[in-house]
């Protein structure tokens, strides 16, 4: 059974910086792609940042240059860096795995940024 545990939510000033952790148990980010991606109320979930088993990342252009996801394979955990926080990035972020055709999801941390 594939779990996904986020933490590293919370309140922010804007400029600040935050950092999400995803650990996994049942899937291996090592050889299968990890991400985040954020839903702000009325509104779709959107693709944050990804990495794949090889190590190729992929961001949305409203964070890039501000945002850097990475991995640790001994803990089976993905990180997700935030920087220069804006109150637009104010959202629940959900940590995400794909296998194959299956998509796995965290239960979602809230991320405010106040201006």
């Known amino acids: 059974q594939v779990q996904l545990v986020e933490s590293g939510g919370g309140l922010v000033q804007a400029g600040g910086s935050l950092r999400l952790s995803c650990a996994a148990s049942?899937?291996?980010?090592?050889?299968?792609?990890g991400g985040w991606y954020r839903q702000a109320p009325g509104k779709q979930r959107e693709l944050v940042a990804t990495i794949t088993g090889g190590g190729v990342t992929n961001y949305a252009d409203s964070v890039k240059g501000r945002f850097t996801i990475s991995r640790d394979n001994a803990k089976n955990t993905v990180y997700l860096q935030m920087n220069g926080l804006k109150p637009e990035d104010t959202a629940v972020y959900y940590c995400n795995a794909k296998r194959a055709s299956w998509n796995y999801w965290g239960q979602g941390t809230q991320v405010t940024v106040s201006s």
């Open positions: 049942g899937i291996h980010f090592s050889i299968n792609v």
